[in-house]
């Protein structure tokens, strides 16, 4: 919904073109106010992790520490916890603490909950990255072709391919995908970001395989890592592609039904440029909008598909940690994906901001 | 025959009953036309007929297990093949949409009312109270629903009835912001205005004239959530939160086939069908009805 208000078309409003510093004042007016709405809403996000982790449970500190532990494991933890404090300065404590980066331990792995996802965050990166760029290098022709041809089989085909965003759970796809593109027809990898031979050859630097590998000279490893990521991405390369050309074919269709267009077509314009030179360039700025919400949708997206790849991601991360009933771990990883999210969103609506003329 | 469609659409109808069945109609006229529309609408009857008479479309026990027959692939006796514990496919599936109607319509009959009474509230009160709801309504709306939704039955324990309330809890915000647009619009009409001046309550106002007229656009959305809704519950289910052995949840299904996909794919294929179709009949039934009900906004 959000999308489709913000690229509403404003009337035209004739507003004095200011001079290069007052429009300089007013962008930082305007960055400052999405800073602290960002900041507004990622304390809200806070609020709801807090609640969850420390409301919700009927012993919280039974959730940290498991049920078996000692009287004393016990003890200490609720007293570390400050959960003998009013609910308030709890509250602050927790904030200040995941300022600090201080998330707790993790029960099931042992680590620093923080290191832990520094650690796991890359690899969700690289795969939803190389997702958004499937779906919006598909999409967006798709959606521009869906939208000159309305109405023919190729339309019909797009929009169905849209829906099917809508329907498929993403979890069932990959599994799908491996069934027949793996395990029948070898075309790609299997589960897991290399073949069990190249295991830890090549040492994290920037913990994206691909690069790593090239750094350390092993093509033939980076050749691997495409293979396997070559499942995973195309299946959430589906579901960004489904949303962006649904979204891309309304807005060229609003542009297409336009008075300009229909000039152009009697001037004698050539049909491509109509499309392209004339329609296109109008809903290039809404598009980042629905690229960001798309790019964040995968990093949510991520969850289920890593799960199906054993994908030692975030995603993965957090429902092992679900399973180990390890909540410092799963409280953690729904706040990073939620700031993240929060983040992007908040960015593709300033980048909107900044790009098109009637909104400066 | 001819009279009663000239009864249905009167312009002038005499009575309430009359100008409800007149709209019923045009609306049925209206999704008729849309063939697209009609496929939806006969899924989701074909949901519901099937959730009804499960017991007399299954043709094995969904539960019962039957370790002879374990994993067999799809065959005359069973239409879907077994799982790993020799239980027929088809009738879990079949069972499984008595499970995946109760989550939709329990969750909107939780989320639904509740986002309408927020943004109804928020619209008719104004001031700090519309910008604290509205406030609390953008948070939840800015964060990712699914991840929201394992955090919330994470705490509450897995299960299904902590897997509906925690998919309420995530799709409330959407109503909210509906309902706060709709009832803005309302507030301001003269037949409110009437209304305030004989003496109604605030809470009146709103329960008796301003929430019956979000209705409509409360349907559309509900309709085009659904099938959000259904892939949440069975992702939730998927994980192992959602609904637990022996329940035939469809999303549950999917995760114990997960073992045998590369030799026994049917076990979890099958369920993932289900899940697809009656998604994309929601979908389909929820754009026509947008388009029959609203008509400034056609898109596909």
Not at chain 2, 41 to 57: E, N, Q, R, Y
């Amino acid at each position: 919904m959000s999308v489709e208000a913000s690229i509403a078309p404003v009337p035209g409003v004739s507003r004095r073109q200011g001079t290069a510093g007052r429009r300089i004042v007013r962008l930082a007016q305007n960055l400052g106010a999405v800073g602290i709405s960002v900041f507004l809403t990622v304390l809200g996000l806070m609020a709801i992790t807090f609640f969850i982790g420390r409301v919700i449970p009927i012993d919280p500190v039974a959730a940290a520490v498991g049920d078996r532990a000692p009287k004393d494991v016990y003890e200490a933890t609720r007293l570390a916890m400050g959960l003998d404090r009013p609910l308030y300065e709890q509250f602050y404590r927790y904030c200040v603490a995941v300022f600090r980066g201080d998330f707790g331990m993790s029960l099931s792995t042992g680590n620093r909950v923080v290191d832990d996802i520094v650690r796991v965050f890359p690899a969700t990166f690289e795969m939803a990255s190389i997702g958004i760029v499937v779906g919006v290098l598909l999409g967006v022709p798709m959606g521009v072709w869906a939208a000159a041809r309305q109405g023919s089989w190729i339309d019909q085909v797009i929009r169905v391919l849209g829906l099917m965003g809508y329907a498929v759970p993403a979890f069932w796809l990959g599994l799908v995908g491996l069934a027949v593109f793996y395990a029948r027809l070898r075309w790609v990898g299997g589960p897991g970001r290399l073949d069990i031979a190249y295991d830890g050859m090549v040492d994290p630097v920037t913990g994206i395989l691909l690069i790593d590998a090239l750094l350390a000279g092993e093509p033939a490893i980076a050749r691997n890592a495409l293979w396997h990521l070559a499942l995973p991405c195309a299946v959430l390369g589906f579901f960004s592609l489904a949303y962006i050309a649904r979204m891309t074919r309304s807005l060229m269709l609003d542009q297409l039904g336009q008075e300009f267009i229909v000039t152009a077509r009697v001037k004698g314009v050539p049909e491509w440029k109509v499309i392209w030179k004339h329609a296109f360039r109008p809903i290039r700025i809404p598009l980042i909008t629905v690229i960001g919400l798309s790019y964040a949708g995968l990093l949510e997206g991520s969850v289920m598909i890593e799960t199906i790849f054993s994908w030692p991601g975030l995603g993965n991360y957090i429902t092992t940690a679900l399973l180990n009933a390890d909540m410092n771990a799963v409280l953690a990883g729904t706040l990073v994906i939620g700031a993240v999210f929060i983040v992007i969103n908040k960015a593709s609506d300033v980048l909107y901001r900044i790009l098109d003329p009637r909104a400066r | 025959m001819s009279g009663t469609i000239a009864w249905l659409l009167d312009e002038t109808p005499t009575s309430r009953m009359q100008a409800r069945l007149g709209r019923l109609y045009r609306l049925t006229l209206a999704i008729l036309a849309n063939p697209l529309a009609v496929v939806g609408a006969v899924i989701v009857l074909t949901l519901v007929l099937t959730a009804a008479f499960a017991p007399l479309i299954a043709t094995h026990d969904p539960i019962a297990q039957s370790l002879s027959e374990r994993l067999k692939p799809p065959s005359a006796a069973h239409w879907m093949g077994t799982d790993e514990l020799g239980r027929d496919i088809w009738s879990r599936v079949v069972y499984g949409s008595r499970i995946t109607l109760t989550i939709v319509l329990l969750v909107a009959a939780i989320a639904a009312p509740l986002g309408m009474v927020i943004g109804a509230v928020a619209a008719y009160a104004g001031g700090w109270i519309d910008r604290a709801l509205m406030g609390l309504t953008d948070i939840f709306l800015s964060m990712p629903k699914l991840i929201l939704a394992l955090a919330f039955v994470a705490a509450l324990g897995p299960g299904i009835e902590n897997a509906i309330i925690a998919i309420a809890i995530t799709s409330w915000p959407g109503y909210a912001r509906i309902a706060r647009a709709e009832a803005l619009v309302v507030r301001r009409s003269e037949f409110v205005a009437a209304v305030e001046l004989q003496g109604a309550s605030a809470w009146r106002v709103i329960v008796s004239n301003i929430l019956p007229l979000c209705v409509s656009s409360m349907i559309i959305r509900v309709t085009l959530d659904m099938a959000g809704i259904i892939l949440t519950a069975a992702g939730l289910g998927f994980i192992g939160l959602g609904a637990q052995p022996p329940v035939p949840e469809w999303g549950a299904m999917i995760s114990r086939g997960r073992s045998f996909i590369l030799d026994q794919w049917w076990v979890a294929t099958m369920p993932g069908f289900a899940i697809v179709i009656v998604s994309l009949g929601f979908c389909l039934l929820g754009d026509g009805l947008r388009d029959a009900l609203d008509p400034r906004r056609k898109e596909g």
